[in-house]
């Protein structure tokens, strides 16, 4: 029989078989390796970018958190600087929706005024709740409401 051997009535010639078996199984460890080695470059390629980004995100969040203890120290400080529209020991911290209430007259026994004061520091603006706020008190959309805790009479 030689190099033949016969199989359904086909010739086939083995030595040629081997060689094509062979480079398939050459070609198939060649494509698992290539996809093995993309996945490992591209794990690496991604660890270098997360670290550079977690460097830049934290950068800024202290550049933010910063700005905003800056402004809510300017805002607590701000009753004590010139120019201020109350008399620091009339005005009351509320934070959201507007940072002061002033109650003008109070020291003197008398609120003559209410005010609401927003303070704002560098580039700020009103959020769309301060918009709003300011349109109701402007219109005249204030108004006064007592609420008595239920409890024992004393």
């Not at 086909?10 to 078989?17: A, G, H, L, R, Y």
């Not at 996945?39 to 969040?61: C, H, K, N, P």
């Not at 203890?69 to 300017?74: M, T």
């Amino acid at each position: 029989m030689g190099s033949y051997g016969r199989l359904e009535g086909v010739n086939i010639d083995f030595s040629v078989t081997f060689v094509l078996a062979v480079c398939g199984l050459v070609g198939l460890m060649l494509l698992l390796l290539g996809i093995k080695l993309g996945m490992y470059v591209g794990r690496l390629r991604a660890e270098r970018q997360f670290a550079s980004r977690i460097e830049t995100e934290r950068s800024d969040a202290v550049k933010r958190s910063r700005a905003v203890l800056g402004g809510q120290f300017s805002e607590q400080l701000s009753p004590f600087l010139p120019d201020f529209p109350g008399d620091p020991t009339e005005v009351r911290f509320i934070g959201k929706p507007v940072d002061f209430i002033s109650f003008s007259g109070a020291s003197r026994g008398m609120v003559d005024e209410v005010v609401f004061i927003e303070v704002k520091t560098g580039d700020s603006r009103q959020s769309a709740v301060e918009r709003s706020l300011r349109k109701a008190i402007e219109s005249g959309r204030v108004r006064y409401v007592e609420y008595r805790a239920p409890g024992k009479p004393e």
